[in-house]
């Protein structure tokens, strides 16, 4: 079967906010400059805003920029077209430092105040807002494909020319089924890369490129860092909407462990709870589970009263990018740009995800415009986007906070003295602290004589994986080539075993792990492909560099409601 070829101007791969905000000022901008630019975007889940998921908090300032009438309801105001759906203004928020049994209020860092805007900041479903996004791009003649995933570059030279989406209707074994489309061939003088954290075709190029180099001379740049994100939808009935809770200390900081990381707990709307953890994964002991300490938060005074009665409605986990500033590749290249958390944009110390997803799709869209008025595409055009993202507001406030997330490596109250410390100079260090080993590297062998922590009790509203897990929408086709692979498929049941007891037992989020004897006596891991969350932590974390994820069947994956 002839693989079909389509030609646009833009492709964007990845309906995030940081894709739909450059798909559609592209076209915002092209009507208004006579270019009437097409614009193709996909997405690897079935429906736009499946895969996505964040806290999630939105200063709506950013949506003016993009779409100036975002608070009007558009003709016959019927769903998704009315007015941004966004929930509940932040109305009460609050700091806490936990102990085991008690919680501490802390005075709120005015970065983390989220009440300051002229608007006030709303707490919003990531993957709902995506959608209502969705919809006014295509009013703007966006064309939108879900279910399609981009596989491979397509390359002439070393300027990227499109991609090829993936084959759909194979089996396990890579033959044809019934019903088989082989993929498409899309070509375009500029794509722009809007994956999220660690897109498999963003870093294919990334690597391919070496656009995250850290031995360029004159120019220093750490590995990338990242965080292991859970979220739960709970229906929480006769709960007010506008709280906003952040906590640290317990379960993360105990004597002799400095895990860095936090909890969070909103009411978005009547009735409803969001609730989880993000952990940074340079933890260092592999017995540790995230998963586990995340239900261990739960238990505490100052949680659990707030889910009594309370019913699970969602679960989900993803990674996030955390190196910040330092940490950043090269933003564009021939023929492509990168944008939101796919070029690890995402400010940790202020909590600006969405905002700055948003934001660097409207400068990618206004450098895209620069670039067809002179049919000029190099990486030399393009690099302009680079400039204006370090020159923007937001870009300056990720170089103010370049040292904060290091200065937790010491533990959490030097990290908070530091943080003050960082905060009172404004940013202007005259250094910048480095990170020098990725989160894998991070991870000590096992000591033999160390016992791992005996897991909480599941109690309500305590979860195991599974239950938490049947609430992620989660769907794979049956008979479909698996997209998680072992490099080398001896090394888990030795060197992994021996040195590290398999931490991909405890660091995945959805148990798609499991380990087994052989009648011979050895030890094997066995992947369970249909229970991935698309996280990918397991690409991230694995010590011994093993775990290979790669994009699977357009469509697979899960669905999260209103997360």
Same mark, same amino acid.
Request: proline share 9%.
């Given at each position: 079967?002839?693989?079909?070829?389509?030609?646009?101007?833009?492709?964007?791969?990845?309906?995030?906010?940081?894709?739909?905000?450059?798909?559609?000022?592209?076209?915002?901008?092209? @009507?208004?400059? *006579?270019?009437?630019?097409?614009?193709?975007?996909?997405?690897?889940?079935?429906?736009?805003?499946?895969?996505?998921?964040?806290?999630?908090?939105?200063?709506?300032?950013?949506?003016?920029?993009?779409?100036?009438?975002?608070?009007?309801?558009?003709?016959?105001?019927?769903?998704?077209?009315?007015?941004?759906?966004?929930?509940?203004?932040?109305?009460?928020?609050?700091?806490?430092?936990?102990?085991?049994?008690?919680?501490?209020?802390?005075?709120?860092?005015?970065?983390?105040?989220?009440?300051?805007?002229?608007?006030?900041?709303?707490?919003?479903?990531?993957?709902?807002?995506?959608?209502?996004?969705?919809?006014?791009?295509?009013?703007?003649?966006?064309?939108?494909?879900?279910?399609?995933?981009?596989?491979?570059?397509?390359?002439?030279?070393?300027?990227?020319?499109?991609?090829?989406?993936?084959?759909?209707?194979?089996?396990?074994?890579?033959?044809?089924?019934?019903?088989?489309?082989?993929?498409?061939?899309?070509?375009?003088?500029?794509?722009?890369?809007?994956?999220?954290?660690?897109?498999?075709?963003?870093?294919?190029?990334?690597?391919?490129?070496?656009?995250?180099?850290?031995?360029?001379?004159?120019? !220093?740049?750490?590995?990338?860092?990242?965080?292991?994100?859970?979220?739960?939808?709970?229906?929480?009935?006769?709960?007010?909407?506008?709280?906003?809770?952040?906590?640290?200390?317990?379960?993360?900081?105990?004597?002799?462990?400095?895990?860095?990381?936090?909890?969070?707990?909103?009411?978005?709307?009547?009735?409803?709870?969001?609730?989880?953890?993000?952990?940074?994964?340079?933890?260092?002991?592999?017995?540790?589970?995230?998963?586990?300490?995340?239900?261990?938060?739960?238990?505490?005074?100052?949680?659990?009263?707030?889910?009594?009665?309370?019913?699970?409605?969602?679960?989900?986990?993803?990674?996030?990018?955390? *190196?910040?500033?330092?940490?950043?590749?090269?933003?564009?290249?021939?023929?492509?740009?990168?944008?939101?958390?796919?070029?690890?944009?995402?400010?940790?110390?202020?909590? @600006?995800?969405?905002?700055?997803?948003?934001?660097?799709?409207?400068?990618?869209?206004?450098?895209?415009?620069?670039?067809?008025?002179? @049919?000029?595409?190099?990486?030399?055009?393009?690099?302009?986007?680079?400039?204006?993202?370090?020159?923007?507001?937001?870009?300056?406030?990720?170089?103010?906070?370049?040292?904060?997330?290091?200065?937790? !490596?010491?533990?959490?109250?030097? *990290?908070?003295?530091?943080?003050?410390?960082?905060?009172?100079?404004?940013?202007?260090?005259?250094?910048?602290?480095?990170?020098?080993?990725?989160?894998?590297?991070?991870?000590?062998?096992?000591?033999?004589?160390?016992?791992?922590?005996?897991?909480?009790?599941?109690?309500?509203?305590?979860?195991?994986?599974?239950?938490?897990?049947?609430?992620?929408?989660?769907?794979?086709?049956?008979?479909?080539?698996?997209?998680?692979?072992?490099?080398?498929?001896?090394?888990?049941?030795?060197?992994?075993?021996? !040195?590290?007891?398999?931490?991909?037992?405890?660091?995945?989020?959805?148990?798609?792990?499991? !380990?087994?004897?052989?009648?011979?006596?050895?030890?094997?891991? @066995?992947?369970?492909?249909?229970?991935?969350?698309?996280?990918?932590?397991?690409?991230?974390?694995?010590?011994?560099?093993?775990?290979?994820?790669?994009?699977?069947?357009?469509?697979?994956?899960?669905?999260?409601?209103?997360?």
């Amino acid at each position: 079967m002839k693989t079909e070829t389509l030609t646009f101007d833009v492709i964007v791969v990845g309906a995030g906010p940081a894709g739909l905000a450059t798909a559609h000022h592209v076209r915002t901008l092209s @009507q208004a400059h *006579g270019l009437d630019l097409s614009v193709c975007l996909l997405d690897k889940a079935a429906r736009i805003g499946g895969h996505l998921l964040s806290g999630a908090l939105l200063d709506p300032r950013i949506l003016t920029t993009l779409i100036p009438d975002w608070a009007t309801p558009q003709p016959d105001n019927r769903p998704p077209l009315g007015p941004a759906p966004l929930d509940s203004p932040v109305l009460d928020e609050s700091l806490w430092f936990l102990t085991h049994r008690r919680a501490h209020a802390l005075p709120l860092p005015k970065a983390w105040r989220h009440d300051q805007s002229g608007l006030g900041c709303h707490m919003v479903s990531l993957g709902t807002l995506c959608r209502w996004l969705a919809h006014r791009a295509e009013q703007q003649g966006v064309e939108i494909f879900p279910g399609f995933a981009a596989v491979a570059p397509v390359w002439e030279g070393d300027q990227l020319v499109g991609i090829i989406s993936g084959d759909q209707g194979r089996d396990h074994t890579g033959q044809p089924k019934p019903g088989f489309q082989p993929g498409v061939i899309l070509r375009a003088p500029i794509t722009v890369l809007a994956e999220g954290c660690r897109g498999s075709l963003s870093g294919t190029i990334i690597r391919q490129l070496g656009l995250d180099r850290t031995d360029l001379p004159g120019q !220093r740049r750490s590995p990338q860092r990242y965080a292991l994100g859970f979220k739960e939808l709970w229906e929480t009935p006769g709960s007010p909407p506008g709280a906003v809770l952040h906590t640290l200390g317990w379960p993360l900081e105990e004597p002799g462990q400095h895990r860095h990381g936090g909890g969070f707990l909103y009411q978005p709307r009547p009735n409803r709870t969001v609730l989880g953890m993000v952990i940074d994964l340079d933890y260092t002991d592999p017995r540790f589970d995230p998963f586990m300490a995340a239900q261990q938060w739960k238990s505490h005074p100052l949680i659990r009263p707030r889910l009594q009665s309370a019913r699970l409605l969602g679960y989900g986990a993803r990674t996030l990018a955390i *190196g910040g500033w330092q940490s950043l590749p090269q933003l564009a290249f021939a023929g492509g740009l990168l944008v939101g958390d796919a070029a690890g944009l995402l400010n940790t110390a202020t909590l @600006q995800g969405i905002g700055n997803a948003l934001a660097s799709g409207i400068l990618a869209a206004e450098t895209i415009i620069t670039a067809f008025a002179s @049919q000029d595409f190099s990486a030399h055009t393009l690099h302009r986007y680079t400039e204006a993202v370090r020159q923007s507001s937001w870009g300056r406030a990720l170089h103010a906070v370049r040292n904060i997330r290091p200065g937790f !490596r010491a533990g959490l109250w030097p *990290g908070l003295l530091h943080a003050l410390w960082e905060k009172g100079v404004g940013g202007r260090s005259p250094w910048t602290l480095h990170w020098r080993q990725t989160d894998r590297e991070r991870l000590h062998p096992v000591d033999p004589l160390a016992k791992p922590l005996p897991p909480p009790r599941l109690v309500h509203p305590l979860l195991d994986r599974a239950t938490a897990l049947a609430g992620s929408g989660l769907h794979y086709t049956a008979n479909q080539p698996a997209h998680l692979h072992w490099r080398d498929p001896l090394l888990p049941p030795t060197a992994g075993y021996t !040195r590290f007891d398999n931490p991909e037992l405890r660091f995945c989020p959805a148990g798609v792990f499991t !380990r087994h004897t052989r009648s011979d006596g050895k030890i094997f891991l @066995q992947m369970h492909a249909n229970h991935c969350l698309h996280c990918k932590c397991c690409d991230i974390k694995d010590p011994l560099d093993n775990v290979c994820w790669t994009a699977p069947e357009g469509g697979s994956g899960p669905d999260y409601q209103e997360m």
